[in-house]
């Protein structure tokens, strides 16, 4: 059974730095499409960012210059970095494969 867990999720301040981090189990991540969403309260769930297996990337229009997706398949993981920060990245992050896996989400709170 695939598992996907986040972490590195928190509180920061406008301007600031975070980098989430998802690690699969069960799966054979190298060749996975990876992708991290958010869904902010009361708002549907979007896409952030997405790579695939050979390592080609897509953000969305609100994150590009921001944020950078990236991955280390020796260690089935996946990042998010996310630099200046805005109170409108405030969101729940997921981990998500092309299998149709979720992780169980990461807070990610901005504000001053």
């Known amino acids: 059974q695939v598992q996907l867990v986040e972490s590195g999720g928190g509180f920061v301040q406008p301007g600031g730095s975070l980098r989430l981090s998802c690690t699969a189990s069960?799966?054979?991540?190298?060749?996975?499409?990876m992708a991290w969403y958010r869904q902010a309260p009361g708002k549907q769930r979007d896409l952030v960012a997405r790579?695939?297996?050979?390592?080609?990337?897509i953000y969305a229009n609100s994150v590009k210059g921001r944020f950078t997706i990236s991955r280390d398949n020796a260690k089935n993981t996946v990042y998010l970095q996310m630099n200046s920060l805005k109170p409108e990245d405030t969101a729940v992050y997921y981990c998500y494969d092309n299998a149709g896996s979720w992780g169980q989400g990461t807070q990610v709170i901005v504000s001053s």
């Open positions: 069960g799966t054979i991540f190298s060749t996975y499409v």
């Open positions: 790579i695939s297996s050979g390592g080609s990337t």
